[in-house]
């Protein structure tokens, strides 16, 4: 059994500033970055010293992790790990990529999200470039509103016909879009009408709480970031014990690192042990 980690630490800043981001421009303080790097290295320690069990770990910080040098070194020690089979990351790329260097190519991957007005479109391919000629497998993905479907296109003509570009659509309003916009969006992203609803999953099966969990800087163990009902404490508990197949308690599941868990979706059979990085290939 291959056990998935949803790390999300204390960590809650961004170099940059996305008009809709709670996390846009906001600073943690001096105490608030050291609390956060022991919180990481903590938790690498954990995963270290359990060689017992097989793991993929995706880090799903609130903000950008990747312009730290402590979540930079997290992922490399993790993709040095032989009981690591994948270690990811969110992030919006602005870090130097050097620190790749150092990383098992084969582990390592970043669900890497383009933001138009917050860095140029050739900025933005020169890292993709990097990555690249590093051998470092990536997605890139844009969140999908209407006034950015253009750029969303382009980027998509810009980048190799192989690389999958994701896109999250925007679901608050219905109807946000058009038949015309609608199709657009798919001609880029097969697989974003998964992304425009909100799936009814009160009831139904899903891998969190058994082959898939959310653990804070605490160590807290919930089953996804979605339902705050605590399972345990890494560092407390047993893991084995606390995992069991479940059912879903929220009536929906709307974003991709939730429903791509879902059994009935069948997403595991598109995404094909990318579903963390979101990669299709
Ligand atoms: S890059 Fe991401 S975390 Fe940073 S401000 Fe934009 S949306 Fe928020
Ligand atoms: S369906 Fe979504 S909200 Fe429900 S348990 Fe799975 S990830 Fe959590």
Redesign the pocket.
Known sequence: MTLSILYRGDLSSCNYDCPYCPFAKRKDSNATLTTDAQQVTRFVDYIKQHPHIQFKVFFTPWGEGLIRHYYQQAMVALSHCDHVEKVAIQTNLSCRLHWLQKANKEKIALWSTYHPGQVSREAFLDKCRQLDELGVSYSVGIVGFKETIAEIETMRTLLPPEKYVWVNALKKQADYYNEEERQRLIAVDPYVPYNMVH?E?KG?A????DTVISVDGHGNIY?????KEKLGNLYQHELTTLLQP?L???N??G?H???V??NDLGLYEVYKGKELERIVS
């Open positions: 799936h999953s139904k899903c891998r969190t709480g089953r996804c970031h979605f339902i479940r879903c308690t929220n929906t599941c974003c690192i939730g429903y868990h879902m």
